[in-house]
């Protein structure tokens, strides 16, 4: 069974940065898109960026302008770039990744601290 494997989580002082990165285990046939959700104590898992098979990308409002997605499609690899880190970023980070013809896929969580 295909898994994602995230890396790249931590403690950080605010301002800093973090690069998450997430790999699938095996083959995914047609991946759509691939992006990073994030959940707070106490609040909703929340979409944090997404990239799709075209290119295009979404970012939550919060994020836009610090953090940037990317990805390699020969690797079926997402990357997170974090940059100008808040105390408010502070979650557990989940990548997914969405394969046709609407599966999804979980990876385990890594939890990103940002101390002010």
């Known amino acids: 069974q295909v898994q994602l494997v995230e890396s790249g989580g931590g403690l950080v002082q605010a301002g800093g940065s973090l690069r998450l990165s997430c790999a699938a285990s095996?083959?995914?046939?047609?991946?759509?898109?691939m992006g990073w959700y994030r959940q707070a104590p106490g609040k909703q898992r929340e979409l944090v960026a997404r990239?799709?098979?075209?290119?295009?990308?979404t970012y939550a409002d919060s994020v836009k302008g610090r953090f940037t997605i990317s990805r390699d499609n020969t690797e079926n690899t997402v990357i997170l770039q974090m940059n100008s880190l808040k105390p408010e970023d502070t979650a557990v980070y989940y990548c997914?990744?969405?394969?046709?013809?609407?599966?999804?896929?979980w990876g385990q969580g890594t939890q990103v601290t940002v101390f002010s």
């Open positions: 095996g083959s995914i046939f047609r991946i759509n898109a």
């Open positions: 997914n990744f969405v394969a046709f013809p609407a599966r999804n896929y």
């Open positions: 990239i799709i098979s075209v290119g295009s990308t």
